[in-house]
């Protein structure tokens, strides 16, 4: 079992070279955001949806307050928590294959509407969602489980 905790993961690209520097940890308690890093000569770069492929370990994520979207994390095949509280999303987009393990997500106080959470109905795992602060009055029927 892989625990990720992003507390503003970035990777660093030398400005004047195309040697990488060293990436930052993300569960490293003492990283400050890349401040000291950028004043250093070194600017953040994003990273790319193909990097994280290679962690198909990871359980849980809690990339809260990274201006980070929903569909970054659709590569990462054993998914089952995924916290993105505070992250500025507008808009979801999910198709029929993502975030198949996934139970639990957390996209509180974002800027979602009604329309804009409809597409996270088709998640079949989906037990616990999290839309606390988002200024919704009511919640698409798409969402919805008839009971048997």
Known sequence: MVVVN????SFFNKTSSKSRAPVAHACNPSYSGGRDQEDRGFKPARAKEK???HFSS???INA?????PLEAFHTFPALKELELAFNGIKTVYVKYGDF???QFLD???N???TEAVCDLGILPHLRVLLLTGNGLTSLPPSLAVTEQ
């Not at 809260?64 to 980070?68: G, I, K, P, T, Y």
């Open 107 to 109: 996209l509180s106080f």
């Open 6 to 9: 992003f507390l503003m993961v």
């Open 111 to 113: 800027s979602l509407t």
């Open 64 to 68: 809260s307050e990274n201006l980070l």
């Open 51 to 53: 990097d994280f492929k």
């Open 58 to 60: 990871v359980i849980y």
């Open 100 to 102: 198949k393990p996934l």
